[in-house]
């Protein structure tokens, strides 16, 4: 029979949802995460990670730990936050801290590197039987035809033809996932950015792309293949079909998620209206304060959830 388990907010529940798709691992006798360097031999990972209840992701790892220096101080929790340490201090690929039940991990730029960091993180919520886990992705982004510093919550993540979808090469053929997110989470979200104050945000599609430069439509790369209008039109259209911003990690972010069973929102500030120019020209301390929006935002979301406001 299925444990009797304890749901955030404390209710009774019979079922016990299995984040991971894969009957390989049950025949492993070690896990190695090797990427987190963790393992299911070396680390007691239902102690260390069972208590779990959100995650958030972010590309960079100084960002990632000022946030779970915000939100340690936000949960009001004992010990000094400028003293939390990186749980991944065995490997330099990416840091990850854990907060009461908060985990704050960075994943670097891009699908390839997010989705290493998916697998592991993954496979650990399964190991340290975690259950009732809400991921969010708290990150950056150029805006489509919205003021800089505006938050978009992601309603459908897309990929470079405004379809939501991500497609992966699995033993030379491609596979296509739906990226369809959390809608409770997402109007949720939305309801907490109305309850706060300097956090103007939007629900719409966010458009992700492999590259930054010729893949986002940008003039400014190394390499250029198309037309200031070429570039114009192709924004109109993807406004046209909702896209509201564009970053690299949100078509990957939500397939995995959605496969896994695990609910998810993408959360992304924008820096820059692509309509308007390419180049990040906002001073550092403007851009440090847009980045910040949606880390108050999910600070808000998971303060109402666990009943601090
Ligand atoms: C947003 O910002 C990064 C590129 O500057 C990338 O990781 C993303 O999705
Ligand atoms: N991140 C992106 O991927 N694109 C931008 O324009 C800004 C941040």
Not at 112 to 141: N, W, Y
Not at 155 to 174: C, N, R, T, W
């Amino acid at each position: 029979m299925a444990p009797i388990l304890l749901n955030c907010m404390g209710n009774e529940r019979n079922e016990y949802i299995k984040y991971v798709k894969n009957p390989n691992l049950e025949t492993m006798e070690e896990d190695i995460l090797y990427h987190l360097s963790l393992s299911t031999k070396t680390h007691n990972l239902p102690e260390m990670f069972g208590d779990i209840k959100f995650v958030c992701v972010g590309g960079s790892a100084n960002r990632m730990k000022a946030f779970a220096q915000f939100i340690h101080k936000e949960l009001e929790l004992s010990g000094n936050p400028e003293e939390i340490t990186d749980i991944c201090e065995g490997t330099d690929r990416y840091c990850m801290y854990k907060v009461g039940p908060v985990l704050s991990i960075s994943h670097g730029m891009g699908v390839p590197s997010i989705s290493i960091m998916l697998h592991e993180l993954i496979k650990l919520l399964h190991h340290a039987q975690c259950q009732d886990v809400v991921l969010f992705r708290l990150g950056t982004s150029g805006g489509v035809g919205l003021a800089p510093g505006t938050v978009v919550v992601t309603e459908k993540a897309v990929d470079y033809s405004f379809q939501p979808q991500f497609e992966q090469v699995v033993l030379g053929k491609v596979i296509t996932r739906s990226t369809e997110l959390d809608e409770e989470v997402a109007s949720e979200l939305l309801q907490c950015s109305s309850e706060l104050q300097n956090i103007p945000t939007v629900i719409g599609n966010t458009m992700c792309t492999h590259d930054f430069y010729e893949g986002q439509g940008r003039l400014d790369g190394a390499l250029c293949s198309f037309s200031h209008e070429d570039k114009l039109e192709y924004l109109r259209k993807a406004y046209d079909a909702g896209v509201r911003n564009i970053e690299m990690e949100s078509t990957v972010f939500a397939a995995m998620c959605r496969v896994c069973g695990l609910k998810a929102a993408v959360v992304c500030v924008t820096l820059l209206n692509r309509f308007e120019g390419d180049q990040i020209k906002s001073p550092h301390d403007v851009l440090v304060e847009y980045q910040q929006r949606p880390q108050i935002l999910v600070s808000h979301f998971i303060k109402k959830r666990l009943g601090y406001v």
